[in-house]
Every structure is written in C-alpha cells, then in structure tokens.
Nanobody, 121 residues
C-alpha cells in the first residue's frame, strides 16, 4: 500500500487549496478513502470519507459545507477541495485507506505521510 499526498501549502484565511492523494498497491475502487488531519499539538481528527462513488461522502461538522472530497477510480486518486479556509484548519493532512478510528494516536500502513496546510495572513 502506498499513499502519497500533495497540494499543501500556505494560504490566507478565506482562500482555497486542493489536496491530492495518489494511491497504489491495492484495488483502489473497492476501498473507502478518508482524509484526516493533525493540528499542531493536537490529536488526529477525521475530516471526510468517501465510498466507491458520488453521493457516498461524509464530512465532519467542522468542515461540512467548506470541504469536498472526491475520487477518480480510473486514476487511483482521491482529492480534498478546501474552500473558505480558516486558521483553525492549519494541520498536517493525511490520506487514509479505509475509515478513521476515533482515538487513533499513531499512523498505520494505511496512512500516507501527510501534507502541511497552513492558513495564515
């Protein structure tokens, strides 16, 4: 399993970023894919998950209405479009194969290495 995130960076409050995750080494289209994040000094937080296709997305309350998860099963890619970003969205964002277990304290082999998103003026 390999998950490689990209697209992070520095953005001003109210701005947008689109994160990408390239997956390989497993039958991508059959798996739920998830984005999680870790803010400085805090634990891991679930952001969004998506099943096999359109209409099967769920979001945490903190990002619902601002973030959009999507996937391209032909390209083995999962995306996170982040709009109206806030300083509290500053975190390392991780791509996960499968779901997110509440209370998780460490990454597993089902996680990517993460990409930093910083929201600041």
């Amino acid at each position: 399993v390999q998950l490689v995130e990209s697209g992070g960076g520095l953005v001003q409050p109210g701005g947008s970023l689109k994160l990408s995750c390239r997956a390989s080494g497993f039958p991508f289209s059959t798996w739920v894919m998830t984005w999680a994040r870790q803010a400085p000094g805090k634990g891991f937080e679930w952001v969004a998950s998506m099943g096999r296709g359109v209409g099967d997305e769920v979001y945490s309350g903190s990002v619902k209405g601002r973030f959009t998860i999507s996937r391209d099963n032909a390209e083995n890619m999962v995306y996170l479009q982040m709009d109206n970003l806030k300083p509290e969205d500053t975190a390392v964002y991780f791509c996960l194969r499968g779901g997110f277990m509440s209370g998780t304290t460490e990454r597993t082999s089902n996680w990517g290495q993460g990409t930093q998103v910083t929201v600041s003026s």
